[in-house]
């Protein structure tokens, strides 16, 4: 086989959103092992709300700039992230910098409270189930008992079956599975935030709402007092965290993930834990053993069967048609308006398969806000070869896949170039 054969091929921009979920991930490893660590004579409530409240001045621009669109949100989305500033934001970060400072006592090793973080994706589907209804897959439940048990051994090998003989109360391990259950629990609501606003708009209410939080439980906790204790190395540092593993690498990863796909993402994270074990081996003489590795190897199987077997749903939904401005007819491509707007998946346009009296059909979905014409939220659906009057009706909608991101357009006229170059995408792929 020649070595032409052998060569990856990467669609535009695949190369540099891989490189840059890796990146993301190792900023996150040398936080754990290398940073964060440096905070730990003060407490941990402390260092959190110092960090967010940082990286909330250097966000605070995106609030104004994305206002028009903030100020629309509904009151479930307001409720979304105020549970992804609560869980993702002030718990999760809380309890795995604790996780981190048990881990300089020796409790546990800096790369298993990382390892550990792979139990996000169970908690996440397993309350989606819970709080949102979602069916689950049989399989799930089997892989998930298969990754609680591995991480058990990862954890407290050293104890082997002696469950009751562990400290809970005061365990690095804990620590780290209350992040992990925390930031888990996030994702379930961070999904419909971040489907319907710009990331970048997100991580700017989200650490604003978290500081605000982080603010009240320091002056409960009392740990506002050691706030004359944070060194000017320390200042530093935590610049340094905001800028890399706090906002710097949330924007990072955002980049890397609209530009590869969902399933390249779940294997490109696994860098994180494998930075993490190869640093931690390196500097700090810390290693697995037998059977922590074989805990591993089972606990990263169910992390990828699980994350496979969340995005196996189809997306079908139905909607009634209902009045809109008129502007798709007038540009020569007319659509029927539906009153759902609450879907959770990411804005954009989408190729879908439309059913009405019992007959099937092609066509394009919109579901975004409609920036050439300032308008609100809006989902929209463009049927190929159909002229009927459908308002009032029901239509039900499978989504196929996704085309392209939304775009802001200058004038109608790039829009109607836009949805011809969409139409023909239709056409020639697949879906």
Do not use: C
């Amino acid at each position: 086989m020649s070595a032409s054969n052998l060569r990856l091929k990467f669609k535009p921009g695949q190369l540099a959103g891989s490189v840059a979920i890796m990146l993301a991930a190792l900023f996150w490893s040398i936080d754990g092992l290398f940073i964060r660590p440096q905070f730990y004579v003060l407490p941990a409530e402390l260092v959190v709300m110092l960090e967010h409240l940082l990286g909330f001045i250097v966000l605070s621009p995106f609030v104004f700039i994305f206002w028009p669109k903030i100020k629309t949100l509904s009151h479930k989305s307001w409720l979304a992230l105020g549970w992804v500033s609560l869980f993702g934001g002030l718990i999760g970060t809380v309890f795995i910098t604790k996780a981190f400072f048990a881990a300089m006592d020796g409790e546990v090793s800096f790369a298993t409270v990382v390892i550990l973080q792979k139990l996000q994706p169970i908690f996440a589907l397993l309350l989606a189930r819970l709080i949102l209804g979602e069916r689950l897959p049989k399989k799930f439940y089997g892989w998930a008992i298969a990754a609680i048990a591995a991480s058990y051994f990862i954890a407290f090998a050293n104890l082997g079956a002696d469950f009751w003989g562990i400290d809970w109360l005061h365990n690095g391990a804990l620590f780290a599975f209350i992040a992990a259950f925390a930031f888990g629990s996030s994702t379930v609501f961070g999904k419909r935030i971040s489907n319907h606003l710009d990331y970048k708009a997100v991580a700017a209410l989200r650490f604003g709402l978290t500081s605000i939080l982080a603010i009240i439980l320091v002056l409960v906790s009392g740990s506002f007092g050691s706030l004359p204790l944070v060194s000017i190395k320390q200042w530093s540092l935590l610049g340094l965290i905001v800028l890399t593993s706090g906002a710097g690498s949330m924007f990072i990863y955002y980049f890397g993930l609209r530009r590869v796909p969902a399933s390249a993402a779940t294997i490109l994270e696994l860098f994180w834990p494998f930075s993490a074990l190869v640093l931690d081996y390196i500097f700090n003489h810390n290693y697995l053993n037998w059977m922590q590795l074989t805990a591993l190897a089972v606990l990263l199987l169910a992390f990828y069967k699980i994350s496979i077997l969340g995005r196996t749903k189809k997306i079908i939904f139905s909607g009634k048609v209902i009045h809109g401005q008129g502007r798709g007819k007038l540009l020569g491509y007319p659509t029927a308006n539906l009153d759902k707007t609450d879907l959770d998946i990411v804005h954009g346009v989408y190729a879908v398969k439309i059913m009405f009296d019992n007959r099937s059909y092609s066509g394009l979905m919109h579901f975004g806000f409609k920036d050439v014409f300032k308008e609100e939220v809006s989902l929209e659906i463009l049927i190929v070869d159909f002229s009927s009057d459908i308002y009032g009706e029901n239509l039900q909608v499978e989504v196929l896949g996704k085309i392209r991101e939304l775009e802001k357009f200058a004038t109608p006229e790039l829009l109607v170039e836009a949805i011809k170059k969409d139409l023909e995408s239709l056409k020639n792929q697949a879906y």
